[in-house]
């Protein structure tokens, strides 16, 4: 079973073909969990946002849904950049609605870098219109 | 004789490409069973909040095919509870961390009068 001389090298040439395919797919994985475990992140971010602006007064809901959406951001680590918040209360002033918006990073992944777009999370809160002093929030 | 060496290159590579896949599940599992733990925590109150709290990251944990490699850390201050899970990673390759770890913070409920808010 010695390989012929024109078999010798096909080998090789064989990988040549296929080891870029393999690497991208060890990118593509890499790539498809990064983008997974973000946008959990990212979703998550949402409710913390919503979730703290629904307990404050309105005045102060922007600020504060901003605060936690990057504060549970940078506690998850790595995930994204260019993050934009924005909130906004529904005209019945019962429902708060904090909706991030970012971009993946994706250092490291060589020709998958620039496919990815943006990630989105949006998350709704209901707002206690009574609270304990009787006072009506608006 | 090429092939001998050049397979278990490229096998090594695919073993790469899982291993990568495996630990961000179980990464997504921590962060899942880390967020749950931290809202049953931050919604109750009393003293078996911890054990709750453990016990529902246990049972996300448990209900998603993952494993816990410690006991999950609770803990609570005034305003916010934490929560870090960590969960075994499969290991597919001999050097790579068999853990990961997430953790949740979660404001806690109680209540706040109309003008701190």
Known sequence: ?138 | METVLVLPALLLVLLVGLQIAVRHHAANVATGAAARAAAVSAASAGDDVASSARRAAEDFVTNAGGRLSSVPEVSRGVETTSVAVTVQVPRLLPWVSDRVTRTAVEPIERFIPEIER
């Open chain 1, 1 to 138: 079973m010695r390989p012929t001389t024109v078999d010798r090298g096909s080998a090789t040439s064989e990988m040549v073909l296929v080891v870029p395919v393999a690497v991208l797919l060890v990118l593509f994985v890499a790539l498809g969990g990064r983008a997974g475990e973000s946008s959990t992140a990212v979703r998550h971010a949402a409710d913390q946002g919503a979730r703290a602006a629904s307990m404050v007064s309105f005045d102060r809901m922007p600020e504060t849904a901003e605060r936690a959406v990057r504060d549970d951001l940078a506690r998850s680590g790595h995930v994204c950049s260019d993050t934009s918040v924005a909130v906004t209360v529904d005209p019945s002033g019962r429902l708060v609605t904090v909706s991030v918006e970012c971009t993946l990073d994706t250092g490291g992944l060589g020709p998958l870098g620039s496919t990815m777009g943006v990630l989105r999370g949006v998350s709704s809160e209901t707002i206690d219109r009574y609270r304990a002093d009787g006072v009506d929030p608006r």
